[in-house]
């Protein structure tokens, strides 16, 4: 083949490359040409792929990429890299490096260096120094040659992937032209670090085994020339690329049948398709690809049989390769200790990453405390891909730390385990509210001043389950706006209160009977809980007759508040009056009229049982009750509970 028709089977395929790379590259005119695999949009005017079936479906990995600019090696053998990573890959990363076709720059191969990416590996692109006139040698060096750049990423102290490179498991891609120049970087490989070579719909410029001899510009694939090429391959091509190209030379079929049988390798050429066919949108491509980099990079031989099913869109699928060697075990990868805290209402989850080979595992999870305490509940595990969430359920209120282990079984009863420690943090919890027994609102208490007995407060014990009570009691007496309290301390629930000190005050106030209202706070220094309660003071030092008048109009909280059905409203009338008492619900609507008569002065008193003007039991809710006497209007809230 002359050097000029050389140059114009170049042309022809960097105008394939370029529709591989991205149709809306493309002209109305081209766009047409390539129908196949792109379609032009009347609205937007612009040329979108429709090609290669499925849209690609990533892996579990969220990537990043970095270019020379981030601080990664020039190589002197091309012009520039960019270098993709999968973000918190838990263990050490495999490399593929990657080559365009013939005019492509690297970013054609983006979307191939995103997939690998996603699925855990380090995807490197490249652009050559010369994508026109480079040789399929001159190419291969170049991608050898970014093989060291990737390798030094992993002493680069300020790289994101330092130390994370395996420097021993490397792997080429190459499309188009580049699938034939990455078997002339096998062939080159001094170091022997290729364990994988995959081609994409690959072409091979070649003359007489003779004239190449020498030249850079020419490779020779007969079988005496491959005895060398010893390391696995992978070729996707298409059925039509002879007659998509117009090209009679060494595609897909040819550079397969004139590897040797020493060389494993495998042809999977896609039914129908053309020069652009081998790309990552379609998912038997791109499932064929991760397989094959999985085996010979990740060595999971769980994959082989995947490798050697036949895909549906297949016109030929030949290969030696076979699968060898014991499935694998599971890898779980170390889980750090969690940390959680007491009472957390929603489903702690707890990730598990483990190396994915497409297996559904078994998930058993064990701990050293008891299962009532603290179990894991299967119905809150998940698997994604490598991924699995699970969760744990405490008894309520405790706290502590449990030795947890986690295994992984796959089908083939090959498993791994992890350990891990799982750590409760305790929460203070305020403490449980409490009702008072004695006094209420119906108890009337005799004081004096001429005795010594002593008062007994005292109420259910407040609850705390990790912390002490305290209590303090809170004793007031409002007189015409001006207010008397006394405050008694207890770690119990119950307070001795003196009498005398009150007797002494409404003596001088000159008061015989009056309602008090005390608050009982429980606290355990970070919470608080209250309740309260009312009682009546009889003052015997004064002469009390038995018709006592109150000194001021007053309404008071009903008791028992909440309640149901029956609560008891007390009111005070220091002069005959007409009393008008109703309820009403929170929008203000009448619910019930309860007194409306003229009534004579003195302590009074009168009873709701929740129902209606119309003797209808009323529905559960919070209502108002409200008084009118004379010129003295009050309103109190109330709750009924059913």
């Not at 039914?271 to 990079?297: C, Q, T």
């Not at 207010?483 to 307070?495: H, L, N, Q």
């Not at 009111?571 to 109703?582: G, H, N, R, T």
Request: net charge negative; with cysteine; proline share 5%.
């Amino acid at each position: 083949m002359s050097l000029f028709l050389i140059k114009i089977f170049i042309s022809t395929i960097f105008l394939i490359s370029k529709v591989f790379a991205d149709c809306s590259d493309l002209d109305y005119s081209d766009c047409l040409y390539w129908s196949s695999d792109c379609e032009w949009n009347e609205d937007t005017e612009t040329c979108q792929y429709i090609g290669g079936g499925d849209d690609i479906e990533y892996g579990q990995y969220e990537f990043t990429s970095i270019s020379e600019s981030d601080g990664m090696r020039d190589g002197p053998l091309y012009l520039n890299a960019q270098l993709y990573f999968p973000i918190n890959y838990p263990g050490m990363l495999k490399s593929i490096v990657l080559g365009a076709g013939h005019g492509d720059t690297g970013e054609s191969m983006y979307y191939w260096a995103s997939l690998l990416a996603s699925h855990g590996f380090i995807a490197a692109t490249i652009d050559y120094n010369d994508p026109i006139n480079e040789s399929h040698y001159q190419r291969g060096l170049a991608l050898l040659d970014l093989v060291e750049t990737v390798k030094q990423e992993n002493t680069r102290p300020s790289s994101p992937v330092f130390g994370q490179v395996d420097t021993s498991k490397f792997a080429l891609i190459g499309s188009s032209m580049s699938g034939g120049a990455i078997i002339e970087a096998s062939m080159s490989d001094s170091l022997e670090i290729l364990d994988a070579l995959i081609s994409l719909n690959p072409t091979v410029i070649f003359e007489d085994c003779d004239l190449c001899a020498g030249s850079e510009y020419c490779i020779c694939l007969v079988p005496e020339f491959l005895e060398e090429q010893d390391v696995p391959i992978m070729i996707i091509s298409g059925e039509n690329e002879t007659d998509d190209i117009g090209y009679e030379g060494m595609l897909g079929i040819d550079i397969y049948l004139n590897h040797p049988e020493i060389t494993t390798k495998l042809l999977y050429e896609i039914l129908d398709g053309g020069h652009s066919s081998a790309i990552p949108h379609s998912e038997p491509v791109r499932m064929k690809v991760i397989n094959w980099l999985k085996f010979y990079l990740n060595d999971d031989t769980q994959v082989c049989s995947e490798l050697l099913e036949e895909p549906d869109n297949h016109s030929q699928f030949l290969t030696n390769f076979e699968c060898e060697g014991e499935l694998m075990s599971p890898v779980i990868y170390p889980i750090g200790d969690q940390e959680f805290l007491e009472d957390e209402n929603d489903p702690q989850l707890i990730e598990i990453i483990f190396d994915w080979t497409e297996n559904i595992p078994e998930i058993t999870v064990e701990s050293d405390i008891d299962t009532s305490v603290l179990s894991f509940q299967n119905e809150w595990g998940y698997l994604y891909m490598g991924h699995i969430w699970i969760s744990y359920e405490a008894q309520e209120d405790w706290y502590g730390s449990a030795n947890v282990e986690v295994t992984i079984t796959y089908e083939n009863s090959l498993s791994d385990t992890v350990n891990f420690v799982l750590n409760i943090l305790p929460v203070n919890d305020p403490p449980e509210s409490f009702y008072i027994i004695y006094p209420t609102i119906t108890d009337t208490i005799s004081i004096s001043t001429d005795t010594d007995e002593i008062l007994h407060f005292s109420w259910e014990e407040s609850v705390d389950v990790d912390s002490e009570v305290t209590y303090t009691t809170t004793v007031t007496l409002d007189y015409f706006g001006q207010t008397y309290f006394y405050t008694y301390e207890s770690s119990e629930p119950m307070v001795e209160v003196s009498p005398y000190e009150w007797a002494v005050l409404m003596t001088n106030l000159e008061l015989e009977r009056w309602t008090l209202e005390y608050t009982i706070h429980a606290s355990d220094e970070e919470y608080t809980v209250e309740t309260e309660g009312e009682f009546v003071f009889q003052n015997n030092t004064l002469s009390v007759e038995n018709d006592i008048t109150p000194l001021s109009y007053r309404l008071h909280q009903n008791y028992p508040n909440p309640f149901n059905p029956i609560t008891t409203i007390r009111y005070e009338l220091p002069e005959d009056s007409f009393v008008d008492i109703a309820v009403y619900d929170m929008l203000g609507n009448l619910v019930k009229n309860l007194i409306n008569a003229n009534q004579l002065s003195g302590y009074k008193a009168v009873q709701w049982n929740a129902t209606n003007n119309q003797g209808e039991p009323v529905s559960a809710g919070v209502y108002l009750y409200k008084i009118q006497a004379s010129n003295f209007i009050d309103t109190k809230k109330m709750i009924f509970l059913k």
